[in-house]
């Protein structure tokens, strides 16, 4: 899932949401995400995808540390600084040049980025611009719909409401998903829903303070949460099929689709289409 503000399901005060302003998290404790980030990641890259000899007795898992170096065009002393946390801030070449040897997908590289400080956003409020405009789409859709910024849900549609209704707390994608008592018996794949929604949080959360606070939250609340986390996996791949039992109907059998908003990044639209006449049947009823 994906989502911002409200802490209801239910679309707020416009110009309270419009004037919340987030702020990017500056500091770290300990080593350092970039380094943990680096260590893990590293772990997973087999030799053979870079045409390097495997095999053998190697004493670690994955690459070496000598090897990301040579890759990445950086001697192995700093490249070993930055895995321990004593150094930071790579310049942009050598942090591409990094995620390129660690075999990183493009949203990867940008995660890299931000965790080396090298592309943190303005500070911006968390809602769209037009967002009168967007709620009457969602209200104008037959389909349970919600709009998100950066993990938060910001407002839905009745049909949205209706479906979740059994899901506290709501004001979160990721903490409806992890928080809510209700949800492992909601979500028929409520671990394939749970996978999703950590990998996009982790897209935000050296973006936001309040992601980060989230994160942080969920990992001493959730072990499920917590062994997710650690796995350091970044993605925003919404598309998915998303069975669900609902109190009221039964089983239904929906997509999860998302749609970019135009000039408001960190913000999309989550619409959850019914498969079959039977799922539209359930969905009409709930509203």
């Known amino acids: 899932m994906t989502a911002h ?3 209801t399901y239910v679309i707020a005060d416009a110009a309270t949401i419009t004037g919340w302003v987030v702020t990017p998290r500056t500091s770290h404790p300990g080593k350092g995400p970039l380094a943990e980030y680096l260590s893990v990641r590293r772990s997973r890259v087999l030799p053979e995808q870079h045409e390097l000899v495997g095999g053998g007795h190697r004493q670690v898992p994955g690459l070496r540390r000598d090897e990301v170096a040579v890759l990445a065009g950086i001697s192995t002393d700093y490249y070993t600084r930055l895995e321990q946390g004593r150094e930071r801030h790579p310049s942009h070449k050598v942090t591409v040049g990094i995620g390129q040897a ?3 997908k493009d949203e990867e590289v940008q995660h890299l980025l931000r965790l080396a400080s090298l592309a943190e956003p303005e500070q911006r409020p968390v809602t769209p611009p037009h967002l009168a405009q ?3 789409m969602l209200d104008s859709l037959h389909v349970p719909a919600l709009l ?4 938060d849900i910001v407002s839905s549609n009745k049909q949205a409401d209706a479906l979740f209704e059994s899901l506290h707390p709501r004001d979160n994608l990721v903490h409806m998903v992890f928080g809510s008592p209700a949800a492992k018996d909601f979500f028929l794949d409520w671990d394939g829903m749970a996978v999703k929604a950590v990998n996009c949080l982790r897209m935000f959360v050296d973006h936001y303070v309040k992601m980060a606070d989230l994160a942080e939250r969920l990992t001493r609340e959730s072990e499920d949460f917590s ?3 650690a796995d350091h996996t970044v993605g925003r791949n919404f598309g998915m099929s998303m069975p669900v039992r609902h109190p009221r109907v039964g089983e239904i059998r929906l997509t999860q689709q998302i749609l970019n908003i135009p000039g408001a990044e960190d913000n999309v639209v989550l619409i959850f289409p019914p498969v079959d006449a ?5 969905v009409a009823k709930l509203a």
């Open 5 to 7: 503000n409200n802490r």
């Open 102 to 104: 660690l075999a990183l």
């Open 134 to 136: 967007t709620q009457h």
């Open 148 to 151: 998100s910024s950066a993990t």
């Open 227 to 229: 062994r997710l986390w």
């Open 278 to 282: 039977p799922a539209a049947e359930a």
